[in-house]
T-cell receptor, first 111, second 116 residues
């Protein structure tokens, strides 16, 4: 039972263009959403989060959009840089439940 | 300001042996979480601990796995009588507040367990 789904296992984008990573969730109780970035042989690093009371949160080149009615969120990276190449995990939780992670999307930014 | 420290980074065990994975949370963090990542999978929650207490162990296998977070010292994830299916990356995370406070968790670099 996959409560958080990242349906694209991989994505390739040219340097300087926009990267859009998508995430869908099934649990309507989720009220906090996060994106983590992971390089090989390292632990996930927190990137950006959004509460369900908002529909957008921006931090530099990274913006997360939340569409509660569609149970969908997305991470936009613009402009994309080669150093952004990594696996991106979407995560969500509600109340005092543990973070539930998607399977990740591998982003490759091509110079 | 050291991050979450996990050791060892790599651990090889023969089937039937015990594996002990250690995690020292970030300074000031009293909430620790263990996750497991199987190849090509996301991170699966295992257990959530505070000092001397297990808060949520809903993701822990019922047998062979145990976790503790003593008053002094690191959190330990213990796997007894390991089997090949236990081979995975085990990540520890910590946070200053619990899940109920909508706060992010900070992850360590993980321990890669290989059972041969």
């Amino acid at each position: 039972d996959q409560q958080v789904k990242q349906n694209s296992p991989s994505l390739s984008v040219q340097e300087g263009r926009i990267s859009i990573l998508n995430c869908d969730y099934t649990n309507s109780m989720f009220d906090y959403f996060l994106w983590y970035k992971k390089y090989p042989a390292e632990g996930p690093t927190f990137l950006i989060s959004i509460s369900s009371i908002k529909d957008k949160n921006e931090d530099g080149r990274f913006t997360v959009f939340l569409n509660k009615s569609a149970k969908h969120l997305s991470l936009h990276i613009v402009p994309s840089q080669p150093g952004d190449s990594a696996v991106y995990f979407c995560a969500a939780n509600s109340g005092n439940t543990p973070l539930v992670f998607g399977k990740g999307t591998r982003l490759s930014v091509i110079a | 300001n050291a991050g979450v420290m996990q050791n060892p980074r790599h651990l090889v065990r023969r089937r039937g042996q015990e594996a002990r994975l250690r995690c020292s949370p970030m300074k000031g963090h009293s909430h620790v979480y263990w996750y497991r990542q199987l190849p090509e999978e996301g991170l699966k929650f295992m257990v959530y601990l505070q000092k001397e207490n297990i808060i949520d162990e809903s993701g822990m296998p019922k047998e062979r796995f145990s976790a503790e977070f003593p008053k002094e010292g690191p959190s330990i994830l213990r796997i007894q009588q390991v089997v090949r299916g236990d081979s995975a990356a085990y990540f520890c995370a910590s946070s200053p507040l619990g899940f109920s406070q909508n706060t992010e968790a900070f992850f360590g670099q993980g321990t890669r367990l290989t059972v041969v």
